[in-house]
């Protein structure tokens, strides 16, 4: 790998697709999670500014 310029802590991440597929689901539920804690926080500092909490 020396001869390509290519580390070997890089070797895997030009793997089949195969190989990515989980890490793509993963991320794709991490995304999700996200997403879904990000909006309950914006609503409950919404509900909380217009009163319908506290």
């Known amino acids: 790998m020396a001869e390509l310029g290519i580390s070997h ?3 895997n991440h ?3 697709v195969a190989t990515k597929k989980p890490h ?3 991320y794709r ?3 999700v999670l996200h997403g879904t804690i ?3 926080a914006f609503l ?3 509900a909380m ?3 319908v909490l506290g």
């Open 9 to 11: 802590t890089h070797v």
């Open 14 to 16: 030009y793997g089949s």
């Open 24 to 26: 793509a689901t993963r």
């Open 29 to 31: 539920l991490q995304t």
């Open 38 to 40: 990000f909006t309950a």
């Open 44 to 46: 409950f500092v919404v």
């Open 49 to 51: 500014v217009c009163g």
